[in-house]
């Protein structure tokens, strides 16, 4: 199970992280944010749809077809910690090595598209103050770690969940239907 677990989290925490690291490179280029985002959800799907296919693996090789969704939810589990962590620690090497002025841009461009969108000056007041909050909760590296996790890992808990009942299989499912 180990093997499974780690093979499948190390290969979903690379494309995660790869994805991110080119996606930051393509935003800080032509500064565009919106469809970073929408590549980076559709690479954490992507990648921990790897936990379908640890689980599957590990049911159907290593437990005669028979798998709890206990069981099949702790694989989930552990594979999302893996690709998670990989991902928050690749996001604070980018974040304080090569990009620490991403708060700042990021909220100029915030404030850009709800001005652009039409909002009014308490509207705006209000959203600066927001990203004013969110600046100085990223001054302090455990916020990172934190709002970075609750960036990905709520995605991976969902998907294991999903796998482990789509995947979860006791004796009972074994016997033939007449």
């Known amino acids: 199970m180990k093997k499974i677990i780690l093979i499948c989290g190390f290969i979903a925490g690379f494309v995660l992280t790869t994805v991110m690291a080119v996606s930051t490179v393509m ?4 500064q565009n944010f919106e469809s970073n985002m929408a590549l980076g ?20 090789t290593y437990n005669n077809q028979i798998i709890s969704f206990g069981k099949a939810f702790k694989i989930g589990l552990y594979i999302t910690l893996i690709a998670s962590t990989m991902y928050v620690i690749t996001w604070l090497i980018e974040y ?3 990009i620490p002025d991403f708060m700042d841009k990021y909220t ?9 969108a039409g909002a009014s000056t308490e509207e705006l007041a209000s959203k600066s103050s927001e990203m004013d ?27 294991s969940l ?3 009942l789509i995947l979860k299989r006791n004796d009972r499912n074994l016997a033939p239907t007449a």
């Open 96 to 98: 304080y090595v090569f």
């Open 108 to 116: 100029a461009h915030v404030l850009r598209e709800a001005k652009t």
């Open 41 to 60: 959800y559709a690479s954490m799907v992507l990648a921990f749809s790897l936990i379908f296919v640890g689980i599957k693996n590990y049911r159907d």
């Open 133 to 159: 909050m969110y600046k100085k909760m990223y001054k302090n590296p455990l916020f990172v770690v934190l709002l970075t996790y609750a960036e990905v890992f709520p995605i991976g808990l969902v998907i």
């Open 27 to 30: 935003c800080y280029m032509y």
């Open 162 to 164: 999903i796998c482990a």
